[in-house]
């Protein structure tokens, strides 16, 4: 996923519209735009100045790190890596054949993001409840 791809997904989930960031960078809209389909890179400062705006960091928002708001406190470093490979397979998403873009697709990925930490807890729920010595049903004699 490119930077004005992560920076668009952020700012859409924000409820912001291009023009409230560019505002805030005290930028022209279409100068924002430009970032968000990686036409412009933007300085350091308006990096920093738009993960302060949208809440991340300047890691996430350069693909360096998975976005800590949506990893649980009890996730493993080893949870943190499977969820980032998870974001990393930036395939596309297709409903009825046709890929999906924008806010849909952040809806199915928010969905996914949801399912695979609660499937991540119920698996370590379900290791620190089985007994330690249980043999299996076929192996009792």
Do not use: C
């Not at 952020?10 to 023009?19: A, D, V």
């Not at 969820?83 to 928010?110: N, T, Y």
């Not at 370590?124 to 004699?141: R, W, Y």
Request: net charge negative; hydrophobic share 30%; charged share 35%.
């Amino acid at each position: 996923m490119s930077l004005g791809t992560r920076i668009k997904q952020l700012r859409i989930e924000r409820g912001l519209t291009q023009q409230d960031v560019a505002s805030k960078l005290e930028m022209g809209r279409s100068n924002f735009g430009h970032i968000e389909n990686d036409r412009v890179t933007p300085t350091s400062e308006d990096l920093q100045k738009m993960a302060d705006i949208l809440n991340t960091t300047t890691d996430y928002l350069l693909g360096r790190e998975v976005s800590t708001a949506t990893i649980p406190d009890w996730a493993t470093y080893k949870d943190k890596r499977d969820f980032k490979k998870l974001l990393e397979e930036d395939g596309e998403i297709m409903f009825d054949g046709v890929p999906m873009s924008g806010a849909d697709r952040q809806r199915v990925m928010d969905v996914l993001t949801g399912l695979f930490w609660e499937a991540k807890q119920m698996n370590k729920h379900k290791k620190n409840t089985e007994p330690k010595d249980a043999t299996p049903d076929d192996a009792k004699g």
